[in-house]
């Protein structure tokens, strides 16, 4: 499965040497993000995650097809949520690089609308009780995006949302012991804002 979506994105990259390029850029913003449940190992409880905010930075380019657009980018990204266990605030932290392949639309000059799959390798996860360490989680996940925004002469701005379709998880436990710890779904689901500079 890994392959088969490296190569995907490889074949999306190799494309645009024989397409004609709209424009490349930087962007940057900001993750407003929740994950899924935390659940003690023996499920002996479980709580929702809060929604916090993170952040990303990246490059992007644009390859011009008939009547749409497609719209690779290549960005490192760091979320956050929390979950509040016996009125203890725990805030899990994830970094992961992302690579979002969408197809877009452009009206009206400045306007456009997208939407594409989110290809994802987490980097790390970690959650700020120190009573607790990682021990595994799933490094690789795919979501879909979709969203709108606008561009005005070399400066962009969009909102989207991504919500993850592949299941991922993380394991946190005390000194090694399997028993007393938890587990975390790290799904995301997010609103996702971007603000944008085009060299072209």
């Known amino acids: 499965m890994k392959k088969l979506i490296l190569l995907a994105i490889c074949l999306v990259f190799a494309i645009e040497t ?10 940057a913003g900001l993750n407003y993000n929740e994950n899924g449940d935390l659940k003690s190992i023996g499920d002996s409880f479980t709580r929702s995650s809060n929604e916090e905010i993170g952040y ?44 979002p392949v969408l197809l877009g639309f452009k009206f009206l000059k400045f306007g ?19 009573d607790y360490k990682n021990v595994a989680y799933d490094d690789f996940t795919v979501g879909l995006q979709f969203g709108a925004g606008v ?21 946190f436990v005390e000194d090694n012991l399997i028993t007393n710890g938890f587990k975390v779904d790290t799904r995301a689901k997010q ?7 085009s060299f072209l």
């Open 18 to 27: 024989d397409a004609q390029i709209l424009n490349f850029g930087v962007k």
């Open 56 to 99: 990303h930075l990246g490059v992007f380019s644009e390859i011009n097809i008939p009547i749409f657009y497609i719209r690779p980018e290549l960005m490192y990204t760091k979320t956050n949520s929390s979950y509040l266990v016996n009125d203890k605030k725990n805030e899990l932290t994830l970094k992961k690089i992302d690579i």
């Open 112 to 130: 456009r609308v997208f939407a594409g799959p989110a290809f994802q390798y987490i980097l790390d996860t970690d959650i700020s009780n120190n």
């Open 151 to 171: 561009q005005f002469g070399k400066l962009g701005a969009d909102i989207r949302w991504e919500r993850s379709i592949s299941n991922s998880e993380a394991a």
């Open 191 to 197: 609103f996702i804002f971007s603000v944008s500079y």
